[in-house]
Nanobody, 115 residues
């Protein structure tokens, strides 16, 4: 089994920054892509950014230039640095990891951008 433990969410003012972390534990041999998704109230879950184990990244257009995804393979941890946050970034953010072609999800962490 694979467990994903997220941290770093919270309340921030517009224009502020937050950093999310997600550590994968358990049977993580062949840990492939890791990423972040988000789901706002009344909306579908959407990809924010993901990163392969070789460091290739992919971003949603809405976050390009503001968010940066990175990972530490030795720690099996993925990070999401979020800058210039906007109210529309408010959502529950979920960590995702692909292990042996199977998707695993974290429990989610709330990010609220509000003045």
């Amino acid at each position: 089994q694979v467990q994903l433990v997220e941290s770093g969410g919270g309340l921030v003012q517009p224009g502020g920054s937050l950093r999310l972390s997600c550590a994968a534990t358990g049977t993580i041999f062949n840990l492939n892509a890791m990423g972040w998704y988000r789901q706002a109230p009344g909306k579908q879950r959407e990809l924010v950014a993901d990163i392969t184990r070789f460091g290739r990244t992919n971003y949603a257009d809405s976050v390009k230039g503001r968010f940066t995804i990175s990972r530490d393979n030795a720690k099996a941890t993925v990070y999401l640095q979020m800058n210039s946050l906007k109210p529309e970034d408010t959502a529950v953010y979920y960590c995702n990891a692909v292990v042996r072609n199977r998707d695993y999800w974290g429990q989610g962490t709330q990010v609220t951008v509000s003045s």
